[in-house]
């Protein structure tokens, strides 16, 4: 029983303790948050006093700062306003000379007013003396002013008619004599710029060979290989009595051409037949057109052309193969090309028109015998086809006569036109009339139907016609030949007779495999 007690009095002491302990530790907690509140006041009244502080010297600065600013607005309008004081008495003092110049105007105006009445008054008294004495004089002489004036007229006509008409005829001539003179000035100066010296065109182009021997080859079995050549370039080969030549004979400078470079490829390859032929013949057409492009980029670079389109530069190279009564087209082209510059700058005409109307005027020469027409129509169209400026081709199209002379550059290239051909040895009439011969015997032949191919040979004594086997038999080439010969001697006029000769040949072709 007394140890019950004595546990019960622990536990009430401990419980005691604690509750104790409790308490004195909260009003430590109160203490403690007391202090610390205490010290978060004071720091806050601390830090309003400071701000309280620095606002009211923001203020201060402000009041100082506008106080400066109101001060400066004063100053600078005080000066503004001394200006404005200055301005308006200076313009006071334009006013006041302005009211004197007025004035002075005014009495000047007023001044020159009864000047110019006074002279007035005097030229109506002038007036009327002059009257006055006419009066007299027509009364004197019985002649009105008009009259008198028609009769002093006629007598001075008369007693000068004579030296008015002889002054007249000398100031005539030796204005003649002057234009003379300076036109043949400036056509020395233009030739003079310019020479080229001038080779007439043949028909003909010798080959030579390097032993006679090579002619049985050219010739082949039966004659062959020489009728297949001939075919196939349209050129006759004649075999003379010259040792170790051949002589190509056409008025086709190109095919011609072609025939001798062909000619050499094969007389090279050693193999002369058919199918070798018709290779060197193919390899060399190729390589004419290579030199026709190369021609008209030199003719373009000898006279300083740049700007031309390709096609155009093609047609002028082809020139190169075409003659104008014996004279090289595109030697001819250039030389008037040079010539229109020359005279152009001679005479402060346009130097870049002329130059290319001049290298263009005969380019309708290229093909104007594959195309129907005359090449000057032929030319025009050529040019507006490519879009040359039409000054280009006002300046061309005179050069014949058939349209009217527009514009300087065309009287330019007219007369250069006619120097280059005119001169001596640049042209040879009958040579040209024997190859428009030919052309047109060949031009006949190639009319009729189922005709392939025609060559003028001989000298234009002979015509061979190969004709397609397909389209014409052999009774028809009979008759072909008949018509074509009978046609020659109603149309054309020539010396001595023309042999017309129609081929037709027949070939069969089949590949082994």
């Not at 301005?87 to 105007?105: A, F, P, T, Y």
């Not at 056509?187 to 710029?193: D, E, G, Y």
């Not at 028909?203 to 050549?229: A, C, M, Q, W």
């Amino acid at each position: 029983m007394a140890m019950f007690n004595i546990s019960d009095v622990s536990i009430g002491a401990i419980l005691l303790s604690f509750v104790v302990g409790a308490f004195l530790g909260y009003i430590v907690r109160q203490k403690i948050a007391q202090k610390y509140s205490d010290s978060i006041e004071s720091k806050l009244k601390s830090r309003i006093e400071k701000v309280k502080e620095e606002a009211k010297n923001i203020v201060l600065e402000a009041r100082e700062k506008s106080t400066k600013i109101l001060e400066e607005v004063e100053s600078e309008k005080k000066e503004r306003k001394g200006q404005l004081d200055k301005m308006e008495e200076r313009l006071l003092q334009r006013e006041e000379l302005l009211d004197k110049r007025q004035v002075e105007i005014s009495e000047k105006e007023l001044e020159n007013k009864k000047i110019l009445e006074k002279i007035q008054s005097l030229r109506s008294e002038l007036e009327k003396i002059q009257k006055s004495e006419l009066d007299s004089l027509e009364k004197i002489a019985k002649l009105s002013q008009k009259e008198a004036k028609e009769e002093l007229m006629k007598k001075i006509e008369q007693e000068n008619n004579e030296e008015v008409v002889e002054s007249l005829k000398k100031l005539e001539k030796f204005r003649k004599e002057e234009v003379e003179k300076k036109a043949k000035e400036i056509m020395v100066r233009a030739i003079q710029k310019y020479t080229r010296s001038n080779v007439g065109e043949v028909t003909t182009t010798v080959v030579n060979l390097p032993s006679e021997d090579i002619k049985g080859k050219i010739i082949g079995r039966e004659g062959r290989n020489i009728r297949h050549f001939e075919k196939l370039s349209g050129v006759e080969l004649i075999m003379d009595d010259s040792p170790n030549t051949i002589i190509l004979s056409s008025f086709d400078i190109t095919r011609r051409e072609v025939a001798r470079v062909a000619l050499e490829k094969l007389i090279q390859d050693g193999r002369i037949q058919p199918v070798k032929i018709e290779e060197k013949i193919t390899e060399a057409q190729t390589e004419i057109r290579e030199r026709i492009k190369t021609a008209g980029e030199d003719a373009l670079y000898e006279v300083g052309i740049l700007d031309l389109p390709q096609e155009l530069v093609y047609l002028l190279g082809r020139l190169n193969f075409r003659t104008s009564y014996g004279q090289n087209a595109l030697t001819h082209s250039i030389e008037v090309a040079l010539l229109s510059a020359a005279l152009a700058s001679e005479l402060g005409a346009d130097i870049e028109v002329s130059k290319k109307a001049g290298l263009l005027h005969d380019i309708g020469k290229a093909v104007d015998q594959e195309i129907e027409g005359t090449h000057l129509e032929l030319g025009r169209r050529i040019l507006a086809k490519y879009n040359l400026p039409e000054e280009i081709i006002k300046a061309m199209q005179s050069h014949h006569d058939t349209y009217p002379v527009e514009t300087v550059e065309a009287a330019i290239v007219n007369a250069a036109d006619a120097i280059s051909a005119s001169r001596p040895g640049a042209r040879k009439d009958s040579v040209e009339a024997y190859l428009k011969r030919l052309a047109n015997l060949e031009e006949i032949a190639s009319s009729y139907e189922g005709v392939e191919k025609v060559y003028a040979v001989s000298a234009g004594r002979e015509i061979r016609v190969f004709v397609r086997p397909n389209k014409i038999d052999d009774l028809g080439a009979i008759k072909l030949a008949k018509n074509i010969a009978k046609r020659l001697e109603e149309t054309l006029k020539y010396p001595g007779e023309v042999k017309v000769t129609v081929i037709r040949e027949t070939r069969a072709i089949e590949i082994a495999r």
